[in-house]
């Protein structure tokens, strides 16, 4: 006689949960999971005070962190097949945790794929809405580069318009507040910190003739290829 999770998990589609900690984080990562995993059954856990109580230095006090880590395993225990966490500062959760299934900082892909996009001492542009979400994903990028033994040189870049554009949900804002910001600076590939950045993806790559890298595409990859065995 067969059951338990795998037969269960088999009969259905692939379920991801997507905790957020801002509802417009929601939208981008379920069309992540559209666009380059269709497959897939998106389950959305908000904790929409997460990243209103983060503190805006320093690292995650205990609380949070505890915090995040009940929803991890509020969301294993309801049954999902992968789990991708889409705030970027709430990232460094994931280290140390063992699951049973794949389990994803918002933008662990997006650093591989950058780098993979970036040549050996390139330039990559991250873009922010907000000063704290720069700081952090600035930082981890460069050890991910470092991790690698890449010489990639991440320059950082704050488009505060871009902030009330994502909340607004207004796409050709949010494009121009990007656009802006990117003009003082040269890099070889653009990383967006934000999920909710992610909209202006497509048309901000356009416009720079520049590769754009977004977390919810790159993470709905891995979570594919994690889950199906289709190649990156």
């Known amino acids: 006689m ?21 509802p417009t984080a929601v939208a981008p990562a379920v ?12 389950w959305n856990l908000l904790d929409d005070r997460l990243l209103t109580d983060a503190p805006d230095h320093g690292p995650l ?18 049954g999902a097949d992968g789990v ?5 500062l709430y990232g460094p959760v994931v280290d ?9 900082a918002p933008d662990t892909a997006a650093f591989a794929q950058a780098l993979a996009l970036s040549p ?4 990559v542009l991250v873009l922010a809405s907000f000063e704290a979400a720069l700081r952090d994903t600035t930082a981890r990028f460069s050890a991910a580069a470092a991790a690698a033994g890449s010489a990639a040189e ?5 488009a505060p318009d871009a902030f009330g554009a994502a909340r607004r949900e207004d796409p050709a804002a949010l494009f121009e507040a990007l656009r802006n910001a990117c003009a003082p600076h040269r890099a070889d590939v653009v990383l967006l910190a934000q999920y909710s950045l992610a909209p202006a993806a497509a048309p901000l790559s356009t416009a720079l003739g520049l590769p754009v890298v977004s977390g919810p595409r790159a993470a709905a990859v891995a979570l594919r290829s994690a889950l199906t065995g289709r190649p990156v």
Not at 31 to 42: D, I, Q, R, T, W
Not at 61 to 78: F, N, Q, S
Not at 96 to 104: K, S, W
Not at 154 to 158: I, N, R, S
Request: neutral net charge; glycine residues 12%; contains cysteine.
């Open 2 to 22: 067969s059951g338990g999770r795998d037969d269960r998990a088999r009969d259905r589609a692939p379920r991801i949960a997507l905790i957020s900690a801002t």
């Open 31 to 42: 069309a992540g999971l559209a666009e380059e995993f269709p497959a897939a059954e998106p």
């Open 61 to 78: 006090p205990p609380r949070l962190v505890d915090r995040m880590r009940r929803l991890i395993g509020h969301a294993l225990a309801g």
């Open 84 to 88: 991708l966490l889409t705030c970027s």
């Open 96 to 104: 140390g945790i063992e699951t049973p299934v794949p389990l994803l």
């Open 120 to 123: 050996e001492s390139g330039g």
């Open 154 to 158: 991440p320059v950082g870049a704050v």
